[in-house]
């Protein structure tokens, strides 16, 4: 099925550890985006990539890096995992029309204790 | 600070009735207004979007109002039904990059 690939599905982390959320789409879309959802928070963008070979910050970088490896992946890498960082990160996609808007893939939960 | 401004936090409506969320925004430069409907353990998944040079859009049972003078745009769910419970999304962005989402809107439709 087309769409968003999210591996893993969920993470138990130590304080101080490091990871990386990986995240594939073969919709040949431009845009990736990363998202953290928290309870009462909404959706926050974390990092985007409006094209391959670029990145820049969202909202809520730190703590946090992005690769866009080539156009179909752009991963997410913790370097230092904290319990501030527990939530459930979601990677989408998007074409540049936005005629079916972003593509979001299942979602990570990561816990970090 | 969020961007998008998003109300109620939750809501519980009788089946057949009409849910109706409501967002408010400042930034003046949102030139798209998407809503996306999440269930437990998915992603969200797009709903309905609306540019800003139209007052009303309507999809089957969904609509989105936009008053763009009192920067505020509404979804409203006509006809609720229990499949229609979920999590509710209003967000926006300028020309469709690093779309802000308001906190969400947890909606229950009692059978």
């Known amino acids: 099925n087309a769409g968003v690939t999210q591996t893993p599905k969920f993470q138990v982390l130590k304080t101080g550890q490091s990871m990386t959320l990986q995240c594939a789409q073969d919709?040949?879309?431009?845009?990736m985006y990363w998202y953290r959802q928290d309870p009462g928070m909404g959706l926050r963008l974390i990092y985007y990539s409006a094209s391959e070979g670029t990145t820049d910050k969202g909202e809520v970088p730190n703590g946090y890096n992005v690769s866009r490896l080539n156009k179909r992946e752009f991963s997410l890498r913790l370097e230092s995992a904290a319990p501030s960082q527990t939530s459930v990160y979601f990677c989408?996609?998007?074409?540049?029309?936005?005629?079916?808007?972003?593509?979001f893939g299942s979602g990570t939960r990561l816990t970090v204790v | 600070q969020q961007q998008v401004k998003q109300s109620p936090q939750s809501l519980i409506v009788q089946k057949g009735g009409i849910s109706i969320i409501n967002c408010a925004y400042e930034?003046?430069?949102?030139?798209?207004f998407p809503w996306y409907q999440q269930f437990p353990g998915k992603g969200p998944a797009l709903l309905i979007a609306?540019?800003?040079?139209?007052s009303e859009k309507k999809e089957g049972r969904f609509t989105i109002s936009f008053n763009k003078s009192a920067k505020q745009f509404s979804l409203h769910i006509m006809d609720s039904q229990p499949g229609d419970s979920a999590t509710y999304f209003c967000a926006a962005s300028i020309q469709g990059y690093k779309l802000s989402f308001g906190a969400g809107t947890t909606v229950t439709v009692r059978a």
């Open positions: 919709m040949n879309h431009n845009s």
């Open positions: 609306i540019r800003p040079d139209v």
């Open positions: 930034n003046t430069a949102f030139d798209y």
């Open positions: 989408a996609s998007s074409e540049a029309t936005l005629l079916h808007g972003y593509t």
